[in-house]
């Protein structure tokens, strides 16, 4: 079936640098994308989102980057701060349903 | 606005027990699904509503049924609990697919 996926699972970074978590996806009919950040022992927390008629959006520190042709979702984190430690999801919805990757685990050392 | 709520917040069965799992929302949201997340997984759809009235399956649906009488509540409802089914399930709900989602805090399972 489609899937979405991460590159990698674990990502380690200095505090003050910029992260950037990669995501693939493999359904080319999806439409909608959503990145989500889960601190443990609590829900996912929406970060940014992105539909499929735009290449970038910017929030609070936050950028997604979408590249249909490879099917490719990025998040970039600038100055990342200890806050940002937790595990981050992207999630890709072309129909009814939304379906997660499996997370990447980013750890801001300080 | 209480956003999404759960109830109970943790629950242990023994195998072949029943139960439901409660969601509710009060943002008037048409969209409400349930996902359940095993260690170090993402989440997997379990059942999603579009609206009062209907219901769908999502990926991983079996051993799990769902109603939508209102918008507000979408109970889970786990007919014959299996050890399988240790998990931690979340409820979310939005405006629609294409929205941002909202999640309830969760419920930890744990089947014996």
């Known amino acids: 079936g489609e899937s979405v996926g991460l590159h990698l699972p674990t990502l380690s970074v200095q505090e003050g640098d910029n992260s950037i978590i990669n995501c693939a996806y493999s359904?080319?009919?999806?439409?909608?994308f959503i990145w989500y950040k889960q601190e443990s022992g609590k829900g996912p927390q929406f970060i940014i989102d992105i539909r499929s008629n735009m290449d970038k959006r910017q929030g609070q520190r936050v950028t997604v980057l979408l590249n249909k042709t490879v099917k490719h979702l990025s998040l970039q984190i600038a100055a990342t701060q200890p806050g940002d430690s937790a595990v981050y999801f992207c999630?890709?919805?072309?129909?009814?349903?939304?379906?997660f990757g499996e997370g990447t685990q980013l750890t801001v050392n300080p | 606005n209480a956003g999404v709520t759960q109830t109970p917040k943790f629950q242990v069965l023994k195998t072949g027990q029943s139960m439901t799992l409660q969601c509710a929302q009060d943002?008037?949201?048409?969209?409400m699904s349930w996902y359940r997340q095993d260690p170090g997984m993402g989440l997997r759809l379990i059942h999603y509503?579009?609206?009062?009235?209907?219901?769908d399956q999502g990926e991983v649906p079996n051993g799990y049924n769902v109603s939508r009488s209102t918008t507000e509540d979408f109970p889970l409802r786990l007919l014959s609990a299996a050890p399988s089914q240790t998990s931690v399930y979340f409820c979310?709900?939005?405006?629609?697919?294409?929205?941002?989602?909202?999640f309830g805090p969760g419920t930890r399972l744990t089947v014996t």
């Open positions: 943002m008037n949201h048409e969209y």
């Open positions: 979310a709900s939005s405006y629609s697919r294409t929205y941002e989602q909202y």
């Open positions: 509503s579009v609206g009062a009235g209907i219901t």
């Open positions: 999630a890709e919805s072309g129909g009814s349903r939304l379906t």
């Open positions: 359904n080319s009919a999806s439409d909608y």
